[in-house]
């Protein structure tokens, strides 16, 4: 297809779509689904006042209680990805809409469980534990509720907070509609001389235009829309950290940000460690900002300057079956196993969702349900970044596929803390595989340059959407609105530290905030960061260690959520307790910057 145009969802053709039809062959079981998640719930409903009775009782409630959401969750996320095929179809728009309520309604039938559990002692816990050999899988799940204790509410206000739901997760809809439906972007004139759409799926392909008006102009387009909504942007944003702020009031945290960190026992020191590790190293970024200036000859280096490459190989363009090919011979010192899986889950089994259509979900993303195919939604393009989306969401994949294999439905998630790591560890290898195999010096400065990126979008760029979210959370909780203002003034001075003194100063910029949409999953892009640091030091381990080292990260892709994330991690043989994998990745940061230096 050709990569200008945008065409409708029912012009694409099948071969290039997910098998999504695999999860339900008849539609009409998404709806048998919920209607069995809505009776479970009811007869959870009918246990209260029970559940600790006995042993036996405690392991009838949680199975209830297990089958009700693993019903719920499979024809939601059935309902959420047919949505994102194209967010204007009224269809899934309506399936979608009925998913989020019966969800809400079987939640807050449910809600008294944890309540209920921590209304007795820890020793009851231990005594059916020791009775009945059917609660042995439950054990962890249980003995992390215990540990909450102290944040658990009522059971008649758990009820109430589980009710409100859907109505607390409304800024994120709001900006989800106003962001992937109604904004539109205009045109502009491309390198070929024709006139294409603005949108989420071509924005970073035209600012990789080595024809800087091009460039100056999506940017301009994109952040003008931007402006445009500012205030209703900053609406929807404040009233999601508020929702947060008070959230974590009424289950006692000290902050939002130990409420978002305290379920998975990360120390707030892993958090505020990040950002001084990468203000340390900001002097590098600096350094690359002022090669970036010098490589590309301008006097005056601008925001939409930083996504063109330096150096930038004739027809560096993949096929959609190039990129799998690449991949799987990246992956190869992960085992033939595992390469043999991902080649036939992303081909055979129609995994991917490959080209961008009109309504599609922007970005990229590995979802599915315990009971499905780890799928992979992505807006493919043909670029080498479209090889390592499709690899770094392969990561996600291949976790879900071992875990499910080897986890049962309670543990066959992850923590985003962890779910970083897979992904990363995919993109480093594929990043190591490129450059140990260029023979080409304007290759090899491209490459080094690109993995210089991925250190910037990723390690440097995320720490700072983290510090403003930690200085967003900060203000809420000093008693503060979120205001446009505000937010626009504190996001444009961090990006002006962040990228140092070489880097023009621009007006638009500071409107950027106002696009990410991982900012309504309170404190959720630090994991980038922290996954980034952890997978560089997993990759390494598995290229020069091997076999054994290969072994440990596979225990590692099987171990789901079994266990607090850092314990999970140490598996793999990384500390992330420490600074050592964040400041080993940074010194790496710092040496391809002399590397390029010297190249260029």
């Given at each position: 297809m050709k990569h200008n145009e945008v065409k409708n969802r029912n012009e694409i053709s099948d071969e290039f779509k997910w098998n999504i039809e695999a999860m339900y062959p008849d539609e009409s079981d998404v709806y048998k689904d919920l209607d069995s998640a809505s009776a479970y719930a009811q007869e959870f409903a009918g246990l209260k006042g029970t559940i600790m009775n006995s042993s036996s009782s405690l392991l009838h409630s949680l199975n209830i209680y297990t089958n009700a959401n693993r019903s719920m969750e499979k024809a939601f996320i059935y309902a959420h990805m047919k949505k994102d095929e194209d967010n204007a179809n009224a269809k899934y728009q309506q399936m979608y809409s009925k998913a989020v309520s019966v969800i809400s309604t079987a939640s807050a039938m449910m809600s008294f469980l944890v309540p209920e559990?921590?209304?007795?002692?820890?020793?009851?816990?231990?005594?059916?534990?020791?009775?009945?050999?059917?609660?042995?899988?439950?054990?962890?799940?249980?003995?992390?509720?215990?540990?909450?204790?102290?944040?658990?509410?009522?059971?008649?206000?758990?009820?109430?907070?589980?009710?409100?739901?859907?109505?607390?997760?409304?800024?994120?809809?709001?900006?989800?509609a106003l962001n992937d439906v109604d904004m539109t972007f205009g045109t502009v004139v491309n390198d070929n001389g024709d006139t294409v759409p603005v949108t989420h799926g071509s924005y970073s392909l035209l600012m990789e235009s080595e024809n800087r008006q091009v460039r100056e102009e999506t940017f301009t387009r994109l952040y003008e829309k931007y402006k445009e909504h500012n205030n209703t942007l900053a609406a929807a944003y404040n009233n999601n950290v508020k929702t947060t702020f008070i959230k974590a009031g009424l289950r006692n945290y000290n902050s939002c940000l130990d409420a978002a960190l305290s379920g998975n026992r990360i120390p707030e020191a892993v958090y505020t460690n990040l950002i001084d590790a990468v203000h340390k190293h900001l002097p590098a970024m600096h350094k690359y900002v002022e090669i970036r200036k010098r490589a590309l000859g301008v006097d005056d280096l601008k925001m939409f300057d930083v996504y063109r490459p330096l150096v930038k190989p004739a027809d560096v363009k993949y096929t959609f079956e190039e990129a799998v090919d690449i991949c799987c011979s990246a992956l190869a010192p992960m085992g033939e196993e595992y390469v043999n899986v991902f080649r036939k889950g992303v081909l055979e089994e129609k995994w991917v969702d490959i080209y961008e259509n009109k309504g599609k979900t922007s970005g990229a993303y590995s979802f599915g349900s315990y009971d499905s195919y780890p799928y992979i939604l992505m807006n493919f393009a043909g670029e080498l970044r479209d090889v390592f989306t499709l690899i770094h969401e392969g990561g996600h994949s291949m976790h879900s596929y071992y875990t499910r294999k080897n986890q049962p439905y309670i543990y066959g998630d992850h923590c985003i803390f962890t779910a970083e790591v897979a992904s990363t560890v995919n993109e480093t290898l594929l990043i190591k595989y490129l450059l140990d195999n260029c023979k080409d010096n304007e290759m090899k400065a491209y490459l080094i340059n690109f993995y210089i990126d991925e250190f910037k979008g990723t390690l440097f760029r995320q720490t700072m959407f983290a510090e403003f979210e930690l200085m967003a959370h900060n203000h809420v909780e000093e008693g503060n609105a979120l205001t446009a203002e505000y937010l626009n003034g504190i996001y444009d001075k961090l990006n002006s530290d962040y990228f140092g003194d070489a880097m023009s100063h621009d007006q638009m910029i500071q409107y950027e905030w106002s696009r990410i949409p991982h900012f309504y999953r309170d404190f959720y892009v630090y994991q980038y960061a922290t996954g980034f640091s952890a997978a560089n030091a997993i990759a390494d381990r598995i290229l020069t260690i091997g076999e054994k080292a290969k072994d440990e990260y596979i225990a590692f892709l099987c171990s789901g959520s079994s266990d607090y994330p850092i314990e999970l991690l140490k598996i793999a043989g990384v500390d992330m307790s420490t600074e050592e994998p964040v400041l080993r990745a940074l010194e790496t940061f710092d040496k391809l910057v002399e590397q390029l230096d010297g190249l260029i």
């Open positions: 559990l921590l209304e007795s002692d820890e020793s009851d816990l231990d005594k059916f534990l020791a009775e009945e050999a059917g609660l042995e899988v439950y054990d962890f799940m249980l003995r992390e509720i215990f540990l909450q204790k102290k944040h658990t509410l009522t059971s008649d206000q758990e009820f109430i907070l589980a009710s409100l739901g859907e109505v607390l997760g409304g800024a994120d809809d709001i900006f989800s």
